[in-house]
């Protein structure tokens, strides 16, 4: 049996690449556009960073993490998520003495170990959004807008959040003692697992997904209708904000995001995807995980954004991305005079900037130029015996069919003129959608 790769992993082949640079591109000008910049978080932390700011009792913490002794006996965990190793990185260089909210993202790998399935791996990769260090509600809404901004430049439609309020540590221990008196009148009807969440994490009680558990859920007490003074002032004017912004969203009870650091602001991203509406993303605001974390008081709120998700549906939705630049030239050569000629030129091309492609080994004429035709090389450098003793190249343009001879001395400064296909940073999609281009 050969190798494969870890079940719940993928490789990104080449020709999949167009849309991981594409997406990555959108993330850098939106996060630009919002004055967000890049920091970079280890791939692995100490185990208790994660166990005490996600929490026990969350899925993550109790079955999904990768956690591993390294050989100095230190428990360390590949990052099921950004936001606690971004955190921990802030009280860690003191960044409360910068101006606040500091803003700060990053993209890469997380792990968890789930049930694979489609769109959901073992390793994928999140773009995290995160402003720490400062409670107004505003910083939700840019959040929140910024997201928005991400998907909507990506050509997502019907965008619409769903938002909620599940309040602080003040408030909260009323509201779970509330929803767990309410869930014990109707333990005998609720799925197994609500079962155990009932003990280990009731806020996770609102998002089951099982059937039998929806009118449970749905009649469940609202963590609004329990908000003290300061959560209920924070949601209403964030709920203000989007208002004035005249962003639509719909106020969902039972939104709560079963993560123990999150308090007052939840809410996802819905976009129509591949179907109906649905989930695109969540976030919310931690107030209280910098003290988890053993820092300062530190209010944050963030959002994870799954990269493979929105490749998924920019796939589904048939949305074109910007293809690389093809090669310029191929170069074709027979015979081993010619070979020496072909393989100085792709040296002097390459040192000139030009892009260029070729074959290697004794491969004939008519294979080597169907290869220069598969790479979209819009000329063909043809070197034969004849025009290795003459010096000179045949220059084949692909487009147009037509062919002439160029001093060997002239192919670089020809070429270095010739129009090459540039992609452009901030080039509109639509232009791309224009030219027909299909991935
Ligand atoms: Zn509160
Ligand atoms: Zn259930």
Redesign the pocket.
Known sequence: MPFQSPRGTQDILPEEQPYWTHVHRRIEHITQLYGYERLGVPMFEDTAIFARGIGAGTDIVDKEMYSFEDRGGDSLTLRPEFTAGIVRAYIEHGMHTRPQPVRLYDTGSCFRYERPQAGRYREHHQLSLEALGEIDPAVDLEIMTMTWALYDDLGFGDLAFQINSI??P??RPAYIDRLVAYYREHEAAICEDCQRRLVSNPMRLLDCKSDQCQPIADAAPHTTDY??D??REHFADLRRYLDLLQRPYTLNHRLARGLDYYTKTVFEVWAAGIGAQASVCGGGRYDVLAELLGGPPTPGVGVGIGIERIILTLKAQGIAVPQPPRPVAAVVYRGDAAKAVALRLLSDLRAAGVPVTTTYGARSFKSQMKQADKAGAAYALLIGDDEAAAGTVTLRDLVAGEQETVPLGDVVERLKRAPVEQVEEDEPKLGWLAEGRTA
């Open positions: 309040g602080c003040k408030c908000l003290c300061e959560c």
